[in-house]
């Protein structure tokens, strides 16, 4: 398991972090609360300047970006070939934890020398992988959300105008982009609202709308081509997500 993918698994649970080290060959061996273990087999260096060296400052790096403390201890060659052929019984983790911890601290000494450099926050972002997250998209654009990762223009394009259907239908509204949901919103006999504390609140949710409409979908239903990027992309589908949101909370609003 690659350490990337193993941080998006554990970073939620408390996480104890070992840097097992073989003359200058490392590994990691990290425990979850739940009795969890993972294992990151050998291909980490020290000692001069190169890749593995380097992959190695990453690595403590991000675990430290996780706030997962992270102790070394020595194993022998023979401890380290099982972990690589993943081979390593209950006894053999047991003794890797009792094994005696690396004093004085020597983690910083592997990432000083590439410190600048894994340090630059869009370095250490191309580690983590580029997904929507499923779990918070409105079921109304859960389709678009997985036509999301071959057409990203259209899914985005579609998403828009069918959150201008649903919200003209729901009010009868004839308006289209931003005068809809004016209209719809953030006028004071408008027929939709939400149940907050706050008349600032409703105007502030009203002109996520508008906003949203006139520097996002207007951009990109005028031009003919537009030079996009794909993290930029996935923002803008995050953020009209959040108007799919926030339009199933909104409630019709009664009449005095």
């Not at 081979?87 to 990432?111: A, E, M, Q, T, V």
Request: net charge neutral; with cysteine.
């Amino acid at each position: 398991m690659s350490l990337i993918n193993t941080l998006l698994v554990v970073q939620t649970c408390g996480t104890t972090s070992l840097l097992l080290t073989n003359d200058q060959v490392h590994a990691f061996l990290l425990k979850d609360d739940s009795g969890t273990y993972y294992v990151i087999r050998s291909g980490f260096t020290s000692g001069y300047l190169g890749e593995g060296p380097k992959g190695l400052a990453t690595a403590l790096t991000l675990l430290n970006k996780h706030t997962i403390e992270t102790e070394e201890i020595l194993i022998k060659p023979k401890m380290m070939n099982k972990l690589n052929n993943s081979s390593l019984n209950d006894n053999d983790i047991d003794l890797i934890f009792k094994g005696k911890i690396i004093r004085p601290l020597r983690l910083h000494d592997y990432i000083y020398p590439f410190e600048n450099e894994v340090n630059q926050a869009s370095n250490l972002k191309r580690y983590y992988p580029l997904e929507l997250p499923y779990s918070i998209i409105d079921d109304r654009i859960f389709d678009l959300a997985l036509l999301f990762k071959q057409d990203p223009d259209s899914a985005l394009t579609k998403a828009y105008k069918r959150l201008e259907d649903i919200v003209r239908t729901r009010t009868g509204i004839k308006e289209h982009s931003t005068k809809l949901f004016s209209q719809a919103f953030n006028m004071s006999n408008a027929p939709l609202t939400w149940l907050v504390p706050y008349k600032s609140e409703v105007v502030g949710r009203a002109n996520l709308f508008l906003g949203t409409y006139q520097a996002f979908r207007n951009a990109r239903t005028h031009r003919e081509k537009l030079e996009e990027n794909l993290i930029h992309q996935y923002r803008e589908f995050l953020l009209i997500n959040e108007l799919y949101l926030l339009e199933a909370e909104a409630i019709i609003r009664e009449l005095k």
